[in-house]
Nanobody, 122 residues
Framework: QVQLVESGGGLVQAGGSLRLSCAAS????????MGWFRQAPGKDREFVAA????????YYADSVKGRFAISKDDAKQALYLQMNSLKPSDTAVYYC???????????????WGKGIQVTVSS
């Protein structure tokens, strides 16, 4: 079973940057895509970004386009989310997850990290 562990969260002022990382507990054969989701207090979990492990295609939610960048390190089996120009509305618990194919749909992802808090102060 794959375990995913997020790191890099914390408290940052509006306009600042953070870089989230997601590490897999062991090498995963057949990783086809990974993504980031987030859940703000009182709201449903929502898609943030996804990347195809095979060809590097990326997808973003409209709310983060131009500010966030998803990337991967094949050798380390690691996933990253560079978050720039952060807004208070970006405050949420951020989750990384694995899927058989690139998707913006939460139910398409089968392995999930426990999440990490990102708080953006105004």
């Amino acid at each position: 079973q794959v375990q995913l562990v997020e790191s890099g969260g914390g408290l940052v002022q509006a306009g600042g940057s953070l870089r989230l990382s997601c590490a897999a507990s062991r090498r995963t054969l057949g990783v086809y895509a990974m993504g980031w989701f987030r859940q703000a207090p009182g709201k449903d979990r929502e898609f943030v970004a996804a990347i195809s492990w095979n060809d590097g295609r990326t997808y973003y939610a409209d709310s983060v386009k131009g500010r966030f960048a998803i990337s991967k390190d094949d050798a380390k089996q690691a996933l990253y989310l560079q978050m720039n120009s952060l807004k208070p509305s970006d405050t949420a618990v951020y989750y990384c997850a694995r899927s058989d194919d690139v998707s913006t749909t939460e139910s398409d992802y089968d392995y999930w990290g426990k999440g990490i808090q990102v708080t953006v102060s105004s």
